[in-house]
């Protein structure tokens, strides 16, 4: 494992530094017993709001083996989120990093009645007079050499039963609310090993590349499973993955070079990043070089798509491409977002290794579907995992059933051991969301459209509640920014929409006549209605007052539409564009705007 101290400036960074299985179960020992000398006790949960790091698994670790259930929040939650997640678990003890402590938590504790221990994962010393003095802090090497002394060393972890509660992991929250989604030990169990049945050949030859958010599903269980069969862990960060990266001094090593691992999990947006700097590289050739990539990558995706591969192709063109990641990837696993086809034939091609695409959730411990390694189609998900089954539901409301042809289509419907139990402390959202069968099997209502291909695959094809996932994993509730941005003045009504495979929010835009009409004869602009709809100044104008009213209404910079297009007839149920209720038809709507998202979106 590597520790990797961050500063905010560019870095060059040293060599890993390796902890052996035998240290980290010392440390964990240590951990677990200096926990238990301070007075906590089993199925008492503790809170770790922490960065991807090597104490974060270690802290997760000594929680399963103690016994302690494990409440995650993501690093990135805001403050509001954070105090939220605190005070609904109601856990005495939290784990965190001296960072994060000075600049989310300082201000946050006062609203927190329920905490008693802070401990601090970092080698610094922290000012104890700034923090209220109910609140005990001690850093993690203190803990640890408590733990060490002779008589705690002694003292035997409580071990958990598979019944028992091992995660709240909660969500990054669609409507700025948190739900905290309650794993037991065997739920976890259940998705690991439905997971790892896919990835052929795991163990102690290879290395991993830990750099996404932990307390996301999709990075915990794929850590923990390295961990299960003996693999070497290295932590990085996104801004320091490759050579390129935005924190790394140019002509210095980032990580991939560094480490060389052998598998990683990534991020649709992270292989979009990738796929452009070689794209433009590839553009700044001189034109023999392009012709010869051209040729190469076209010759490789037919021999790809025959089954066979071009090992000419991979020595001459693609390694230093390969390079990139430190030249060893052997597999690696998409998950969190739709990934574009184009990216991934490019990563299949350029990176010469299987890119697999994943889906599951973190109600069923991130297992649900995993491409086999010799499936080499796009814009599928593979079959369900062995640890569980998977049906569609029709959902006629969206015209999408079992009967339709060529494949049957409906709403995902997950279920299986590694369906979680439910959401913590609400019971009225785990009713509506989870269900058991006459077998006693649980299952989870995914809210996700998909169709499963003959061969027992399964692609996504839509999402029920209008909620989408952009690239880079954040949610956006289009309700909620519509909600936001009707206090607009000058629009009549507001249609926000995004895509999964792109970056940002686009909308369609009803502007109110009057107020538009006015501010177009002071900007000079005449014409009709239309005209003046149709015109570029005027779609400036209306976005600078949505990104104005986006801002005070604390709208997330992701949220905020920055494209929009003006609608000159008004949507009324006789349109077919909004129900009896004037409530939004998304489908319709996105079907009568289909050119402008085209454009919108860069025609791609």
Not at 383 to 409: F, H, V
Request: aromatic letters at 8%; charged letters at 25%.
């Amino acid at each position: 494992m590597k520790c990797n101290q961050m500063e905010n400036l560019k870095l060059i960074l040293g060599t890993y530094r390796w902890l052996s299985y035998e240290e980290v179960n010392e440390k964990i020992t240590r951990l677990g017993n200096g926990l238990t000398a301070l007075g906590l006790t089993p199925k008492s949960t503790v809170v770790i709001f922490c960065e991807t790091r090597a104490e974060w698994m270690i802290v997760a670790l000594t929680c399963f083996k103690y016994n302690f259930p494990l409440v995650t929040l993501y690093a990135t939650l805001g403050e509001e989120a954070v105090t939220y997640g605190l005070n609904e678990c109601g856990a005495s003890y939290l784990v965190t990093s001296v960072e994060l402590l000075e600049s989310k938590l300082k201000t946050a504790l006062p609203q927190v009645s329920c905490l008693k221990r802070i401990i601090y994962v970092d080698k610094k010393t922290v000012n104890k007079s700034e923090y209220p003095e109910n609140v005990e802090i001690h850093s993690m090497q203190a803990v640890e050499e408590l733990g060490a002394k002779p008589e705690n060393s002694s003292i035997l972890p409580s071990r958990p039963v598979p019944t028992d509660l091992a995660l709240v992991m909660y969500t990054s929250g669609s409507t700025g609310r948190p739900k905290g989604v309650m794993m037991m030990h065997k739920n976890l169990i259940a998705g690991m090993t439905g997971q790892c049945e896919r990835i052929p050949g795991l163990g102690p030859k290879d290395t991993y590349i830990g750099y996404l958010p932990l307390a996301h599903v999709l990075e915990l269980t794929a850590e923990v499973s390295c961990i299960t069969y003996g693999c070497r862990i290295g932590y990085s960060s996104p801004l320091t993955l490759s050579d390129q990266s935005s924190k790394i001094k140019k002509g210095s090593k980032g990580d991939c070079t560094v480490l060389k691992p052998t598998l990683m999990a990534a991020v649709p947006e992270i292989m979009d990043r990738i796929y452009k700097n070689v794209m433009s590289k590839v553009q700044e050739m001189n034109y023999i070089q392009r012709t010869l990539f051209k040729i190469g990558y076209d010759y490789k995706l037919e021999q790809i798509k025959r089954g066979y591969d071009a090992p000419l192709c991979n020595i001459l063109l693609f390694k230093k491409v390969k390079a990139l990641l430190g030249g060893n990837v052997r597999m690696m696993l998409s998950g969190g977002a739709p990934l574009s086809p184009q990216t991934q034939r490019f990563m299949n091609i350029c990176f010469c290794c299987p890119v697999g695409q994943g889906y599951g959730l973190t109600e069923t411990c991130g297992a649900g579907t995993i491409t086999e390694v010799a499936d080499y189609s796009t814009g599928r998900v593979g079959a369900p995992l062995i640890c569980c089954e998977i049906k569609l539901r029709d959902w006629q409301e969206g015209g999408y059933t079992n009967k339709d042809k060529p494949n049957p289509r409906g709403e995902i419907i997950i279920g299986g051991p590694n369906v979680s139990m439910g959401y913590f402390k609400n019971e009225e959202k785990t009713t509506e969301e989870f269900s058991v069968d006459e077998n006693g099997q649980r299952w989870f209502c995914t809210g996700d459209i998909g169709e499963f291909h003959p061969d027992g695959c399964l692609q996504i094809i839509d999402r029920k509640k209008d909620l989408v996932k952009l690239q880079a994993g954040e949610y956006v509730s289009l309700g909620k920014v519509e909600a936001a941005l009707k206090n607009c003045p000058l629009i009549d009504n507001i249609c926000a929409y995004a895509k999964s495979d792109q970056s940002y929010v686009i909308s369609f835009v009803v502007p109110n006549q009057k107020k538009l009409t006015a501010l177009a004869e002071q900007k000079g602009i005449s014409g009709s209605w239309v005209d003046i709809c149709n015109n570029p100044t005027m779609e400036a104008e209306i976005l600078q007052e949505i990104k104005e009213v986006a801002n005070k209404m604390k709208l997330e910079r992701f949220e905020i539409p920055i494209k929009v297009r003006l609608s000159p007839e008004p949507w009324t149920p006789e349109t077919g564009l909004v129900t009896d209720a004037f409530k939004l038809k998304r489908k319709e709507l996105k079907n009568h705007y289909l050119n402008d998202i085209e454009r919108m979106y860069g025609g791609k």
